[in-house]
């Protein structure tokens, strides 16, 4: 067993498969890798890596999206570090029947990945980079418990016979909505002990549904306070007022557009990682996409990807120092005032702007001082 520089008796022994998908996908898992591979390093861990293919690399090598090969190797792993898929060919031909977003999906349902947690914390070094004010921002510390498996995402879809009528069925399962509910108000104790559940209760019968079930779930939590707003107020309150939210827990859909518009409050989408949770295994990604705009140019954030694997060794294997190192070693690096571009405003002096590996080596490296006990010093 390999030992490291910290020596401790819970050394691991684990497996991790890598996804790198499309994109910029490719370019930030290979830093959240690096990380990966150095904590294992430094802590004396054992991690195996192992790579799957996913999305439109895998269409274009094996004819589908999510390949049997990917999934076994999935099942057979402990976590999954994955990257992002997508390809602008797709967007541009919604006729296309096979497309890379399906690999996804089908990954999330196969492994039962129902809770997603995508947290939004600001960092208060990036206060300035985001296009809201900073007295609205700062404090804000908001935890989405956005539903994964069902909704309009899973539900019955097709066209009608005369080409011309296409449906997408919104639904939900009691028991979809509980377990995802009781996730959420856990949660919520162990923070501000408020949940905002998001819903169209107003016009829609599925979150009828949603409102009634997470009223039954919230009244095994008396110390949580609940909530409830529809998704266009809730829209407008979270960038008019992010401080009043604490655990905002709603479906797929609602989940999927109003993580991308708090990612503002967190200054960019290159910061925020997500974990896809259910019953056994993890799967940790950024909330960002493949963007094709900026693939292939090395300028992408790794941050998130590297905030993603922080979240892998604390939610999936219980590494919680090893998991606060990563964080610690972000945040000393933004302390340092390194920055890629998405996240550098006009403060920054252009040596300080990194490419996505110059912004991983300022992370290992502050990963090794930490580890070492050293002071963080510039
Ligand atoms: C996300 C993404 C995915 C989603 C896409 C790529 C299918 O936007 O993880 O938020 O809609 O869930
Ligand atoms: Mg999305």
């Known amino acids: 067993m390999a030992s490291g520089l910290i020596t401790r008796d819970k050394e691991m022994k684990k497996r991790i498969t890598i996804l790198p998908g499309d994109g910029i996908g490719k370019e930030v898992t290979a ?56 390809h602008p060919k797709y967007d541009n031909d919604p006729t296309l029947k096979v497309r890379p977003e399906q690999g996804l999906l089908k990954m999330r349902k196969e492994l039962g990945l129902y809770a997603n947690i995508r947290p939004i914390k600001l960092f208060d070094e990036l206060l300035h980079a985001s296009s809201i004010k900073p007295e609205i921002l700062k404090g804000s510390d908001i935890l989405f418990f956005r539903e994964l498996t069902g909704d309009v995402y899973f539900g019955d879809k097709g066209r009608k016979d005369d080409g011309n009528t296409a449906y997408d069925l919104m639904i939900y399962q009691r028991y979809e909505i509980e377990r995802i509910a009781h996730k959420a108000f856990q949660a919520a104790q162990t923070r501000k002990k408020k949940v905002t559940s998001v819903d169209k209760a107003n016009v829609l019968e599925s979150s009828r549904l949603w409102r009634e079930v997470v009223q039954q779930v919230g009244k095994a939590y008396p110390d949580v306070t609940l909530e409830h707003q529809f998704i266009d107020a809730a829209a407008m309150k979270l960038i008019q007022n992010p401080r009043s939210f604490d655990v905002v827990l709603t479906g797929n859909l609602f989940g999927d557009i109003l993580t991308d518009e708090a990612s503002q409050i967190a200054g960019s989408m290159g910061m925020l990682a997500s974990a896809s949770v259910g019953d056994s295994i993890g799967l940790y990604e950024p909330i960002h996409g493949s963007a094709h705009d900026i ?17 892998l060794l604390d939610i999936s294997f219980g590494l919680k120092e090893e998991s606060e190192t990563v964080i610690h070693a972000v945040e ?24 996505t590996t110059q912004m991983g080596n300022k992370v290992l490296q502050q990963i090794e001082k930490v580890a070492s006990k050293q002071l963080i010093k510039q």
């Not at 150095?38 to 991690?47: D, Q, R, T, V």
């Not at 292939?296 to 694997?309: F, M």
């Open 295 to 311: 693939t292939g140019k090395g300028i992408a954030n790794p941050l998130a990807s590297i905030l993603s694997a922080a979240f």
């Open 31 to 86: 830093e959240g890798k690096r990380v990966l591979q150095s904590i294992a390093e430094l802590f004396g861990h054992e991690f195996e890596f192992k790579e799957g293919l996913i999305g439109h690399e895998a269409i274009e090598k094996t004819g589908v999206a999510l390949p049997d090969e990917t999934l076994s190797l999935l099942k057979k792993s402990d976590a999954i570090l994955f990257g992002a898929v997508g």
């Open 332 to 355: 000393a690096t933004l302390k340092n005032g390194f920055r890629t571009t998405d996240i550098a405003d006009n403060k920054i002096s252009k040596e300080n702007i990194l490419n």
